[in-house]
Every structure is written in structure tokens, then in C-alpha cells.
């Protein structure tokens, strides 16, 4: 069997490629455990390549910033078995503001837009932390401004099932499967950009249901797939402020505390199954370089 990972910065993003690597390493030996083949591009031109390679290839993944992922898991689809996200979902999350809508729509909790006062200054389509910034001057190019809440910063990973049917129904059984909350250590310099640090995993909280809910309800209400991570900030509520549609720089700490594989639970929620609950042992501490060191 050979499985296709996709990582997109360590070839192409200096400013995301740590985070890339140890992202793709973990990935990596959790499916050689499984008893896969892994095979990579090697940054010559990344959508070729996926093109080239896919077809030879059991199953594919890519991680890739959000807005540059939807033609490549395109490309995925066309030519192996996704065991990531849909296309068409994470479209949507790569919005940052069109995702905020719809989760405002269906009663999930997200910070409010903000045109005015000192606010949480957003790219439209951006990649975890980067952009984001505090100001209370006026939008830039492909910005928006929500309300700076002030609490715990927190994100939540899962894995969805893809939904399985015939052409006229689909259904699945099973909801997404929380693998951890964790906590992120964020930074925000004199300049006001917002920088992820790393961070620590799992953690437990006080409002861990209304938490685990809200992250479930937003992967499920923009339908994603695969391995998913959903940011928050925990204050009066569980304030959800993106979407990942990837897998996220936490996996790197849950892999060292998880007795599953994660590679195992990726393709078997991409057939629309999986385990109903993950176990972890321990607790961990992980820089965005992928440093791990045990609690």
C-alpha cells in the first residue's frame, strides 16, 4: 500500500515549513506503522507532482496553507482515495469571513464583526495566526475586523467521517471523533501581530462539553472531512474564531500521547468508520517546530 502526503510549505513557505515538517514526519511514521509506503513531492512544482504521483497511490492527503488547498485536494479526488478534507468544504473554510457567517448562522459563537475601535484585524483568506493582528486603524486589502475577546486560547482536533451512501442518500453513523483539546500558546508583539508558539495537549477545562459541542457543531454545520482543527477562544462561551480544514501543528503533540494511529483512523473515517473514542496517556508541551517534551 502507498499513501500520498502532500506538505506544501517545507518546499515552498520559509515562514511555515518548521511547522510543515514535523507535521509530515508524524504523519509519515504513523502510516510506515500501518504498513504503508509514503511517498511525497519534492518541490519541483507541487500540483504536478501530486498529479504524477496520486495515481500510484492508495490513498492521499495534502496540508497545505488554506487558501491554496482546494485545487490540490482536487486533484486528490480525481485520482486516489481523499483521506482529508473535501475540496468544496475547504473552500469555504479558506473564507475566513464567510466562514464566520455561516457559523453566526446555525448559533455558533463567533466574535462579532468589528469596522471600528480596537479589533482583531483578519485576512480573508489566511493560514492560522498569519495576518492576524490587533489594531485600531482601518482594514487593509482582503481584511476584515471582529471584537478581540479576551480569554483562553484553545483548539479542538477531530477527524470526520466521510459520508457513504448510494446516489440518491448518503448518510454516515458515525459524528466527528474528538481526539483533543489543547491549549495554544499565543503571543502578541509590539507591532500587535498574533504569533503561535506551540502548545500543550490534552488539556481538560471547566466548559470541556460546551467546547467539544462547539467544535463538532462547526465541522459538522460547514461539512468537513478527515482531520480537522477548530480554534477557539474560551471567555463567557467557547468562541470560535477558524477552521482548519487539515490537520494542525497539535497533531504533532496528540501522536505522543495517543494509542491509536492516527493514519489508521484517517482511512478508516475516510470509508465512513473509525473508533468511537481515542485514548491518551500523558500529557505533552510541543513548539510550532515540532518539539515534544512530556508534562
Do not use: W
Not at 36 to 64: K, M, Q, S
Not at 100 to 128: F, T, Y
Request: hydrophobic content about 40%; glycine content about 12%.
Amino acid at each position: 500500500m502507498r499513501a500520498l502526503l502532500a506538505e506544501y510549505t517545507i518546499f515552498n513557505d520559509p515562514a511555515l515549513a518548521s511547522e510543515g515538517a514535523a507535521m509530515l514526519s508524524v504523519l509519515s511514521q504513523s502510516f510506515e506503522c500501518c504498513g504503508y509506503e509514503v511517498v511525497t513531492p519534492d518541490g519541483r512544482d507541487f500540483g504536478e507532482e501530486i498529479a504524477g504521483l496520486a495515481p500510484e497511490c492508495d490513498v492521499g492527503l495534502v496540508i497545505a496553507p488554506d487558501a491554496l488547498m482546494p485545487p490540490f485536494i482536487s486533484r486528490i479526488e480525481r485520482l486516489t482515495h481523499n483521506i482529508g478534507c473535501d475540496s468544496m468544504a475547504a473552500a469555504v473554510c479558506a473564507n475566513k469571513l464567510l466562514t464566520a457567517e455561516i457559523l453566526a448562522a446555525n448559533g455558533i459563537s463567533v466574535p462579532q464583526r468589528a469596522d471600528s475601535g480596537r479589533r482583531v484585524m483578519k485576512p480573508v483568506s489566511g493560514c492560522g495566526s498569519q495576518g492576524v493582528r490587533l489594531s485600531e486603524g482601518p482594514a487593509g486589502e482582503g481584511e476584515f475586523g471582529q471584537e478581540y475577546i479576551r480569554g483562553e486560547h484553545l483548539s479542538v482536533s477531530l477527524v470526520g467521517s466521510r459520508m457513504i451512501g448510494n446516489a440518491c442518500t448518503y448518510y454516515t453513523g458515525k459524528p466527528p471523533l474528538v481526539l483533543a483539546i489543547n491549549r495554544q500558546q499565543m503571543e502578541v508583539g509590539q507591532d500587535g501581530e498574533f504569533h503561535y508558539l506551540g502548545g500543550e495537549t490534552p488539556v481538560t477545562h471547566p466548559m470541556q462539553e460546551e467546547i467539544s459541542a462547539a467544535a463538532v457543531k462547526a465541522m459538522t454545520v460547514l461539512g468537513c472531512q478527515g482531520c480537522v482543527g477548530v480554534d477557539m477562544v474560551v471567555a463567557d462561551r467557547a468562541y470560535v474564531v477558524d477552521v482548519n480544514p487539515r490537520p494542525t501543528t497539535s497533531i504533532v503533540g496528540i501522536a505522543a500521547c495517543m494509542e491509536e494511529e492516527i493514519a489508521d483512523i484517517l482511512v478508516q473515517a475516510s470509508k465512513g468508520g473509525g473508533p468511537d473514542e481515542v485514548h491518551l496517556r500523558g500529557r505533552v508541551r510541543f513548539d510550532k517546530d515540532g518539539n515534544v517534551t512530556r508534562i
